[in-house]
């Protein structure tokens, strides 16, 4: 099982340029989650989804959108990227137990 | 709404030493308790859990952590600091039919030779 992964590992965008970071787990999780990660700052949530088809706002969800079309992945877009959103994003899935399993993390950085 | 507090954004001891590690949940209704670790340039890996069962939780690497209800603490402690122990750690809390956790900012953990 290769559990979480996450593409791409790092990004470099432009103001104002969009990107989407995929996520997929093969756990068969139904709960999957957003973050960012910023100095000083721990784990925020952005977004996250209980099921296929389904998506919530977490504690930071302007400036992104998330889809969830199929139960293995997670889409996380940037529509139009700023500064704010340099940061590095992490996917986490969970199943019935209440720990969550974490991916690698993009580096994404906006200039 | 939960929070949780890691006291100390960076502690630094010697090899050999005690690791102590410290984190308060705030919760009228005891939560699941996490301890994750994070190493540089990686994800986020689980220490330990606790979901109700015994207060004294062991982890992988030799970590353990106590859960003590009167002082909504869970600190994360190991008796003896490896090199290989530096990295930074997150406390985290979520309950019951809250599918969410709620970290905390995180505690760098820097072992010296």
């Known amino acids: 099982n290769a559990g979480v992964t996450q593409t791409p590992k790092f990004r470099v965008l432009k103001t104002g340029q969009s990107m989407t970071l995929l996520c997929a787990q093969d756990m068969n999780h139904e709960y999957m989650y957003w973050y960012r990660q910023d100095p000083g700052m721990g784990l925020r949530l952005i977004h996250y989804?209980?099921?296929?088809?389904?998506?919530a706002k977490g504690e930071v969800p302007d400036g992104y959108n998330v889809s969830r079309l199929k139960k293995q992945n997670f889409l996380l877009g940037l529509e139009s990227a700023a500064p704010s959103q340099t940061s590095v994003y992490f996917c986490?899935?969970?199943?019935?137990?209440?720990?969550?399993?974490f991916g690698p993390g993009t580096r994404l950085l906006v200039l | 709404a939960q929070s949780v507090t890691q006291l100390g954004s960076h502690v630094s001891v010697s090899e050999g030493a005690l690791v102590l590690l410290r984190c308060n949940y705030s919760s009228s209704v005891p939560p699941y308790l996490f301890w994750y670790v994070q190493y540089p340039n990686q994800g986020l890996q689980l220490l330990l859990k606790?979901?109700?069962?015994?207060?004294l939780v062991k982890g992988i690497n030799g970590f353990e952590a106590e859960f003590k209800k009167s002082e909504t603490s869970f600190h994360l402690t190991k008796p003896s600091a490896h090199m290989s122990d530096a990295a930074e750690y997150f406390c985290a809390a979520g309950g019951g039919s809250n599918y969410k956790l709620t970290f905390g900012k995180g505690t760098l953990l820097t072992v010296n030779p």
């Open positions: 989804s209980v099921g296929e088809g389904t998506t």
């Open positions: 606790y979901t109700s069962a015994a207060t």
């Open positions: 986490a899935s969970r199943g019935a137990s209440p720990d969550q399993y």
